[in-house]
């Protein structure tokens, strides 16, 4: 069984920063991506952000595209977003995610934390 913890969350006015961490543990962890995803009030879940294990490269959504890195740290098998120029869209409940072993699918999944973002 796999875990993934998040923290960081928390409300912040237009422009602050935050850095959302996940925190991996359980069965041989070393899912080769891991991801972050957000849900707005009222939307559906969308992808934010996610980073291979093996090489390091990373993927975002356009819209926070130069305002987000995504970030990890093997030895701690920790994943990181740091969100920037933070806009009240930006609104959301943030979750963490582990790609499976067959690399198809989003199989793990943590209880989200919250970014709220004042105008």
């Known amino acids: 069984q796999v875990q993934l913890v998040e923290s960081g969350g928390g409300l912040v006015q237009a422009g602050a920063s935050l850095r959302l961490s996940c925190a991996a543990s359980?069965?041989?962890?070393?899912?080769?991506?891991m991801g972050w995803f957000r849900q707005a009030p009222g939307k559906e879940r969308e992808f934010v952000a996610s980073?291979?294990?093996?090489?390091?490269?990373?993927y975002y959504t356009d819209s926070v595209k130069g305002r987000a890195t995504i970030s990890r740290d093997n030895a701690k098998n920790t994943v990181y977003l740091q969100l920037n120029s933070l806009k009240p869209a930006d609104t959301g409940v943030y979750s963490c995610?582990?790609?499976?072993?067959?690399?198809?699918?989003?199989?793990?999944w943590g209880q989200g934390t919250q970014v709220t973002v004042s105008s």
């Open positions: 980073i291979r294990r093996s090489d390091s490269i990373t």
């Open positions: 995610a582990a790609i499976d072993a067959s690399g198809s699918r989003w199989a793990y």
């Open positions: 359980g069965r041989t962890f070393s899912s080769n991506r």
